[in-house]
């Protein structure tokens, strides 16, 4: 059962890194409604995932429960090492793509709220940020 948990998990990150990686090329070229559209079907993937994480975890710790003097390696089989392996690998993947698209969302959010700031200036009235009397750009009648 533990091995068809950890080949289970490896497609669901594979899954998530593909979809990252789709999100990647999308948002270099400006495409948000694709984004939008896989928001589920990542959320559902992640889901899927801690849950198969929940499931290892529990079927090593059984494994452990009923061979207390046997370390770890020593409970698992060659494949179920191999899994294992492949899992970190995989983690350290999707942080990497992880990584990349949060950059490009920060940048791109910086974009989005500095040309926002250029045509409707704010300025903190105590805790709120209120519209600038003096656009630049474009006239703001209160």
Do not use: W
């Not at 669901?12 to 984004?35: C, F, G, H, M």
């Not at 899994?83 to 950059?103: F, I, T």
């Not at 045509?119 to 009397?133: D, F, H, R």
């Amino acid at each position: 059962m533990l091995s068809y948990h950890l080949q289970s998990a490896l497609c669901d990150l594979r899954d998530l890194i593909k979809i990252t990686e789709s999100d990647v090329e999308d948002i270099k070229e400006a495409r948000n409604n694709p984004q939008f559209e896989r928001l589920t079907l990542k959320e559902e993937k992640l889901k899927s995932f801690e849950s198969k994480k929940a499931m290892i975890d529990h079927e090593i710790s059984s494994l452990m429960t009923k061979s207390p003097d046997k370390d770890l390696p020593d409970l698992l089989n060659e494949e179920q090492h191999v899994a294992l392996g492949e899992l970190r690998v995989e983690l350290s993947n999707l942080r990497e793509v992880n990584k990349r698209y949060a950059k490009l969302v920060l940048a791109v959010s910086n974009l989005y709220n500095t040309f926002l700031e250029r045509i409707v200036p704010t300025e903190m009235q105590g805790y709120k940020k209120v519209a600038s009397k003096n656009s630049a750009i474009l006239e703001v009648r209160v």
